[in-house]
């Protein structure tokens, strides 16, 4: 969308037109008087915002009605059940997933040559759609059919003779219909735009009203046209109405929310929707988007780093712009863990949506960036550790059809729980990112106390962006982007046979408990894992400590075997096991070396509490040890890192996020291994969010070792988050201590060079 050149003249790609200027306008509360919101419009599916007539219902009475799996409920006469009780129906388990689309946002399509605005097509959906169920993914989905939005929740964002104006192109000829395209910015309208685009709407309304009323975890809205572009009174860059813009209006106004996330990860700048919540601290919106200093679209001096927000919303506008095409899987992990994350945490938002466009995956003609679509699935997970799970991804951009497809798929995957699947690569971020990197922290920092906490960076002068390394377009048909389309089809390929290699396992999750666990309520999903490992194995490692010779420490560490070795050989993804206390060091040992010797190519470790390093063990880059609650911060090797146990909610997110999540992902285990040891001090919520986020390195891998003195509560919750569910809450944020602070600094200081992950700023080129 728009041109992709270099514009003819510096200062004119820093300022908005005058027509975008005058267009930009405010938001608009109120629309027609005669509708309200949350209420379909004429013509509109029989779903929407009706009174839940079910007596044995437990929600507030009205609910967004869904189709009833199967048709009419038994004994009901009536098609329709409130999504709170679906999910609970007789027709199978509960579903955590909805999937809301409508094929007639299939209808709008370009009726004049305009090479521009040709990308943007019904296939973009349809074979998303079609590959969602190749992949068995829609069907694991509670599927709602869009409605359409009504004038009045439009006019939460969209001023009157805007909505009027576009309501007016189902009658115009073709002829009228270029003309009035041509007075916006890459856009084109069709006699079903109106329709099409009230659907896209009410599709981002029906999702989040499924979400916040419990009727689902998450959900994924499939749309066309897409919205983040779109302002009060403007279409813009193939947007008519602000999808996610009036879903996050919506949700505050409807459901009574006072945090909204929104992270835009489309390549674009969403300008509109920064216009309409920058000075609204409520909603906390971060993009990243393609930048090259102003010489992208849309031009826009206010997409860059230093574009914070305005009044009382400065500081919850979060830019990180791009300048360089390339990005990769490492620099946009690195953007959520060193931007996005340490802010999220600390505004702790009710609801996270996401303006989910795939022109940042590789592939696409766009955004010319090399992230892969299994990344997609890393950042959904990251995110879904925010607001209790509640992730609502709206579609917004994505033209190369199979780099889309494949990425919603990856996205759906995350939603439904199943582990992502590792990322390829070497995670080593770009030069060009740590510089944007490091700019956003700087011109945040005085607003968040997250990023003012892990040490100051300066704020890069426009001078000191490396404008040598921005690289120039890429001309269609030309070699180098015939070889970036070759590089596109190789990653999208490999997707392909690691999805065969790496199926989703029938059993997510496994316990080994010993009898005096049989109490503990588990998931109905949630292996128990009553055998133990071959009594000849079990006595052969058994002999390395003498703890092990205990019968009852023998007996566990059978079922430790057990379950390690079903994780090893594919069987199972990941798993809970509890050893006696005297019994926890030798049997973590054990396990070190039984999965070192029996496949597992590296093994991260994370012990927390009163825990040491095997002495023996070889420092051959095989295994990573980090203790948490040493002593001290030391790292008497790039292998071997302690640090002390942060006191406080700010702390503890800060060590997770800027040490221990960098070196996983910089690591690329195949397995980890969580350890909690005598004394590890950490509270439900920690444990659970720290095991939640180390799915994601590992591929889903992860074996979580408690002493059998742990409250049956912190099994039972580590159990449902391995499944894929949202940890609890940390609390209110405190600030980490200086001590803290001190040695998150001592360490990444002396890491860094090594662990690429680790870094916030760009090193200084002599």
């Not at 098609?79 to 809301?100: E, I």
């Not at 069709?190 to 981002?204: D, E, I, K, Q, W």
């Not at 090399?370 to 890393?378: G, L, N, V």
């Not at 133990?532 to 009852?552: I, M, N, V, Y």
Request: charged content about 15%; overall charge negative; aromatic content about 6%.
């Amino acid at each position: 969308m728009g041109q992709h050149g270099p514009r003819p003249g510096p200062q004119a790609s820093r300022q908005p037109s005058s027509r975008q200027a005058a267009l930009r306008g405010g938001v608009l509360g109120a629309g027609s008087e005669s509708e309200e919101v949350g209420k379909s419009g004429p013509g509109s599916p029989p779903v929407g915002l009706l009174p839940c007539l079910d007596s044995a219902c437990s929600c507030p009475g009205s609910l967004p009605v869904v189709p009833a799996p199967g048709g009419c409920k038994e004994g009901t006469g009536s098609a329709f059940t409130c999504p709170a009780r679906v999910a609970q129906s007789d027709h199978g388990c509960a579903m955590r997933t909805a999937l809301v689309h409508h094929e007639d946002m299939t209808a709008a399509r370009l009726l004049w040559e305009d090479p521009e605005c040709e990308i943007e097509r019904p296939e973009r959906l349809t074979t998303a759609l079609e590959r969602l169920r190749q992949w068995g993914l829609e069907q694991r989905c509670l599927q709602l059919a869009a409605r359409e939005a009504s004038e009045a929740e439009l006019g939460l964002v969209h001023s009157p003779e805007y909505v009027s104006l576009v309501r007016g192109t189902q009658t115009l000829s073709t002829r009228e219909l270029q003309a009035l395209s041509g007075q916006y910015d890459a856009v084109y309208f069709h006699p079903s735009t109106f329709h099409c685009a009230r659907l896209a709407v009410g599709a981002a309304l029906q999702l989040v009203d499924a979400v916040l009323t419990g009727a689902v975890h998450n959900g994924l809205a499939l749309v066309r046209p897409p919205g983040h572009h779109s302002q009060r009174a403007a279409a813009n860059g193939f947007c008519v109405f602000n999808n996610v813009a009036i879903a996050a209006k919506y949700a505050k106004q409807r459901h009574g929310l006072h945090r909204i996330l929104i992270v835009d990860w489309d390549v674009h700048h969403g300008q509109g929707i920064q216009y309409i919540f920058e000075d609204d601290p409520s909603v906390l919106y971060f993009s990243w988007h393609r930048y090259e200093h102003g010489h992208f679209w849309p031009y826009l001096r206010e997409s860059d780093a230093d574009a914070v927000g305005q009044g009382q919303g400065r500081g919850f506008t979060v830019n990180l712009p791009w300048n360089q095409v390339g990005m990769g899987n490492a620099d946009y992990v690195a953007a959520f863990l060193h931007v996005l994350l340490p802010v999220a945490f600390e505004f702790d938002p009710e609801l996270v949506l996401i303006s989910a466009g795939f022109d940042s995956a590789i592939g696409d003609p766009e955004g010319q960036m090399r992230a892969t679509p299994q990344c997609f699935s890393h950042l959904t997970q990251l995110l879904q550790v925010l607001a209790g799970g509640r992730v609502c991804a709206v579609l917004e951009g994505g033209y190369h059809l199979e780099s889309l497809s494949q990425s919603v798929c990856m996205v759906a995957k995350a939603l439904l729980g199943d582990p992502a699947l590792p990322l390829s690569g070497p995670m080593e971020p770009h030069h060009s990112a740590l510089e944007s990197i490091q700019s956003v922290r700087a011109a945040q920092a005085p607003h968040w106390k997250s990023l003012r906490q892990q040490g100051s960076t300066p704020i890069l002068n426009p001078s000191t962006y490396s404008l040598e390394r921005r690289a120039s377009p890429v001309s269609p048909g030309g070699p180098k982007f015939k070889a970036a389309e070759a590089q596109a089809s190789a990653a999208l390929s490999s997707l392909l046979d690691q999805l065969h290699l790496n199926p989703t396992l029938p059993v997510r999750t496994a316990v080994a408990l010993t009898a005096l666990d049989a109490a503990l309520v588990l998931p109905a999903d949630v292996l128990r894992k009553e055998g133990s490992a071959p009594q000849e194995e079990t006595r052969a490692w058994a002999r390395l400590h003498e703890a092990l010779a205990q019968d009852k420490a023998l007996t566990a560490l059978g079922k430790v075997l057990h379950l390690l070795n079903g994780i090893l050989d594919g069987q199972v993804s990941s798993g809970i096991a509890a050893t006696p206390e005297p019994a926890l060091a030798p049997t973590l040992d054990v396990v070190i070396r039984r999965s070192l010797s029996h496949g597992a190519r590296r093994l991260l470790c994370v012990a927390v509490g009163q825990l040491d390093r095997p002495t023996d063990l070889a420092d051959d880059g095989r295994n990573l040890w980090l203790n948490i609650r040493g002593k001290e911060a030391a790292a008497p090797s790039k292998f071997q890192v302690s640090v002390p146990l942060p006191g406080t909610t700010g702390g503890f997110v800060s060590c997770v996020l800027a040490l221990v999540l960098p070196l996983a992902y910089g690591f690329q285990p195949d397995l980890v291994l969580v350890a909690l040891g005598p004394a590890h001090g950490l509270q439900v919520p920690q444990a659970t969010l720290l095991a939640s986020l180390l799915r994601g390195p590992a591929g889903g891998r992860v074996l979580v070792l408690l002493e059998q003195g742990s409250t049956s509560q912190l099994a039972g919750v580590l159990a449902r988050v391995l499944q894929g569910e949202a940890p609890p809450g940390l609390g209110p944020f405190s600030m980490a201590s200086p001590e803290d602070t001190q040695a998150l600094i001592y360490l990444r200081g002396q890491l860094e060079a090594e662990w690429k992950m680790l870094q916030v700023a760009a090193p200084q080129v002599p």
